[in-house]
C-alpha cells in the first residue's frame, strides 16, 4: 500500500475514534442473558482458551482462574485476579467480529496482567508508569486474520475505558479505567 494511502486509511479510523467520547452507547449490554463464550489465544506461551465464562452474568470460578492464568504475566509466570470487565471487553469483541464476519475468530492476547517489575522493563517500549496492567485491568489483543483498521474500529464501539492503538505492533489496549484514547505508531 503506497505511503499516502496508508496515511489516509489511519487518518480515517483515528476521525471515528474522535467521536469515541460522545458515543455512550457504543457497546451493547454485557448484562444480557445466556452464555458468555471466548476463543483466546496467547502467542508468548502457545496457550488457548475456547470456552464460557459466564452464564447470565455469573462468572465460573474455574474459568475465571484459567483466564487469569492465561493473562499472566509470562515472563515471570505470575497471575492477579483479572478485573472481570477485562474478559466482558474481550467478549464484546469477540461478539462484534462474529457478527461481522458470520464466524467466531481467535483473539490473540499480547499482553495482559504485569508485575511492576515487567512493566518497568517495557516503559522504552512505552509502558506507562502507572499501567492498568499492573492492576489486572487491561489487555493488549489484536484479532488473528484482521487488520489494524477493522481491530480499531472494533475496539472503539467496545471501549468503556482506555483505547490505545499501537499501529506499527498491530494490536490494541483496552482497559477498564477511565475512559481516554491515544494512539502511538511504534
Not at 499472566?72 to 509466570?77: E, F, L
Not at 470487565?85 to 483473539?107: E, H, K, S
Not at 487491561?138 to 484479532?143: G, I, N, Q, R
Request: aromatic content about 10%.
Amino acid at each position: 500500500m503506497p505511503a499516502d494511502a496508508s496515511q489516509l486509511t489511519r487518518r480515517r479510523a483515528l476521525l471515528g475514534l474522535a467521536a469515541l467520547p460522545f458515543c455512550a452507547a457504543a457497546a451493547p449490554a454485557v448484562d444480557q442473558p445466556g452464555e458468555r463464550r471466548l476463543k483466546l489465544y496467547n502467542p508468548h506461551t502457545d496457550e488457548r482458551f475456547d470456552d464460557v465464562y459466564a452464564v447470565d452474568g455469573a462468572l465460573s470460578d474455574d474459568a475465571t482462574k484459567r483466564l487469569d492464568w492465561l493473562l499472566r504475566d509470562h515472563h515471570v509466570d505470575v497471575a492477579t485476579t483479572m478485573d472481570p470487565g477485562v474478559f466482558d471487553l474481550l467478549w464484546l469483541m469477540a461478539r462484534r467480529y462474529q457478527v461481522a464476519t458470520n464466524r467466531r475468530v481467535t483473539i490473540n492476547l499480547h499482553s495482559g496482567y504485569r508485575t511492576p517489575e515487567t512493566n518497568e522493563t517495557l516503559r522504552p517500549e512505552g509502558a506507562a508508569r502507572n499501567s492498568l496492567h499492573m492492576q489486572g485491568k487491561a489487555v493488549d489483543l489484536s484479532v488473528q486474520g484482521y487488520g489494524m483498521v477493522f481491530l480499531a474500529n472494533h475496539a472503539q464501539a467496545v471501549a468503556s475505558g482506555g483505547l490505545g492503538l499501537y499501529w506499527r505492533s498491530d494490536f490494541v489496549h483496552l482497559d477498564t479505567g477511565p475512559k481516554r484514547v491515544w494512539y502511538k505508531r511504534f
